[in-house]
């Protein structure tokens, strides 16, 4: 099936967008497959957080093809996209992760909520979550008792618990120092390896180590492939 598309998670095909005059996306061309780690990088203003949206069906191109799990975007209703991003898909955003006035627990169980999990099983896969990752101390705090560090790796904690095929991270970093950077991207790489999850994230930070597979970077609308040392 080499070449086909539809046969990647995730694929893009010459994919454009502007907003009014601003072209923000040109021809872009990226595969996500089982499996993959991807970094793409890129100046505040680059287009990233509008490919992040674009790849998660969050917002339409202008022009060019978006497969996902072998189904043309175009051809799938609101309907079914709504299923797909519930099912396949976690997203950490760049802004505004949890939600203030529940708790971490409850925070978690939100997206099963979505998905029709009744309530004993959504606290028991929240609760199983939390505890693989030594995080079950958490489990009744409030978002605003907690550093950004712990709110982050909360925040990577719920777009898992679907059990997504692909994550979605727009610069999951960028509020933390050092230490809880590496922490973040060390919980990351263990989610990809443990359990094949894909991962696509985005940082500002265009000379960072990351454990990514693949590099990119987001310049003038075009995504330039980066060789490994
Ligand atoms: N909904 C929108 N309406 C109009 N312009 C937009 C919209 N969203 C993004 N833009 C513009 O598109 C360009 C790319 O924005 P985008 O948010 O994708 O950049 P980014 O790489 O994520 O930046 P940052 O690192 O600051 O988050 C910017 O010039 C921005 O002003
Ligand atoms: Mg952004």
Redesign the pocket.
Known sequence: MSGVPGESLIELLNVSKS??P?Q?LRGITLKVHEGDFIAIR??????????LKIMGLLEKPDSGEVWIFGRNANKVGDDEMSKIRVHYIGFIF?FFNLIPSLTVLENLELPLVLAGVNRRERRKRALELLEHFGLKSLADKFPAMLSGGERQRVAIMRALINNPRVILA??PTSSLDDENSELLMKLLEKINEERNVAIVL?T?DLYEELPTKRDYM?REGCLIERQRK
């Open positions: 907003y009014g601003t923000v890129g100046k505040s203003g680059a287009g990233k957080t509008t490919l760049q727009d610069e985005t500002t987001l």
